[in-house]
């Protein structure tokens, strides 16, 4: 299967609109987080890498993460390589 080109950018109105929306719905959620720079990088930078994807996840305590693994151009997951 190729991974299809795709615009991911949206306009801040529209982002705050979904965030907000997020936070109505789902108020004992987390918000957000963050991924420091260097290991999204490195992610990116693993040859034969064209795309991030994300998995929803849970922690040990039960509370939600991301997983993170790099996509070739076939859309296929790159498991050998750096995992976040």
Do not use: W
């Not at 299809?4 to 965030?19: C, F, G």
């Amino acid at each position: 299967m190729f991974l299809p080109t795709r615009d991911h950018h949206i306009q801040l109105a529209d982002a705050a609109r979904m965030t907000r929306r997020f936070r109505e719905t789902r108020s004992n959620d987390e918000k957000g987080g963050a991924f420091h720079s260097g290991p999204i990088l490195e992610l990116l930078d693993q040859p034969g890498c064209a795309a991030m994807r994300y998995y929803h996840a849970l922690k040990s305590d039960g509370r939600p993460a991301l997983v993170l693994v790099g996509v070739d151009v076939s859309n296929d997951d790159l498991t050998d390589g750096v995992v976040l």
